[in-house]
């Protein structure tokens, strides 16, 4: 089955503590994409991967990094979290064919930083 | 800067209703326009992925417009259920940049039995 496999759903933690949060791809994607989404703000993209070994930042970078040394996998680390990455984060896979295939989204994972 | 709005921003009706839910954006540059659904505290489901050189997209009881020009798209859910309850997300790729995808805020639909 195509999908994209985030790990972990949901997870605690505490403020400066470094965490990864995994994603994983298995339609041979070449665009990879971290989203947040937060109540009255709506879904904001983190940083962007075009390829591997190619990522750029999106709209609200700050406080993050990522690496995508291999195709299916780009992980968003947060190397000391504060309350407000509070969120919920999405990562997203495409084709850059032309025509595209759309964006297909994980299910999520809820990042709660105390 | 690509700006999505949705509306309305919530919607009740009884089952069996048939509905339209509107998204404009204010740059007609667009690769391609998506519609997504989200469940409460869930992932995003994509209903239909509209390319930027087509009309319209049909999935069962799902169908969506799109008109570039105008900067609008519908999605109109015929015979409404309860299990379509749901907030519904519409999102644009640009053509400059077609990697960021734009949200709009979402329109959250109820349908009662």
């Known amino acids: 089955e195509a999908q994209v496999t985030q790990n972990p759903r949901y997870l605690i933690t505490v403020t400066g503590k470094k965490l990864t949060v995994t994603c994983s791809q298995n339609m041979n994607h070449e665009y990879m994409s971290w989203y947040r989404q937060d109540p009255g703000l709506g879904l904001r993209q983190i940083y962007y991967s075009m390829n591997v070994e190619v990522t750029d930042k999106g709209d609200v970078p700050e406080g993050y990094k990522v690496s995508r040394k291999e195709k299916r996998n780009f992980p968003l680390i947060l190397e000391s979290p504060s309350p407000n990455q509070t969120s919920l984060y999405f990562c997203a896979s495409s084709s850059t064919t032309l025509g595209g295939s759309g964006y297909t989204f994980g299910s999520g994972t809820r990042l709660t930083v105390v | 800067k690509q700006e999505v709005t949705q509306i309305p921003a919530a919607l009740s009706v009884p089952e069996g209703e048939n509905l339209v839910l509107n998204c404009s954006f204010t740059?007609?540059?667009?690769?391609?326009l998506q519609w997504f659904r989200q469940d409460p505290g869930k992932g995003l489901t994509s209903l239909l992925l509209i390319q930027s050189s087509q009309r319209e997209q049909t999935s069962g009881r799902l169908n969506a417009s799109l008109d570039k020009s105008s900067g609008r798209s519908t999605l109109y859910i015929a015979a409404s259920q309860p299990g379509d309850s749901a907030t519904y997300l519409c999102a644009v790729s640009g053509r400059a940049g077609f990697q960021k995808l734009v949200f709009g805020t979402g329109t959250r639909l109820l349908v009662s039995p």
């Open positions: 740059d007609s540059a667009i690769y391609n």
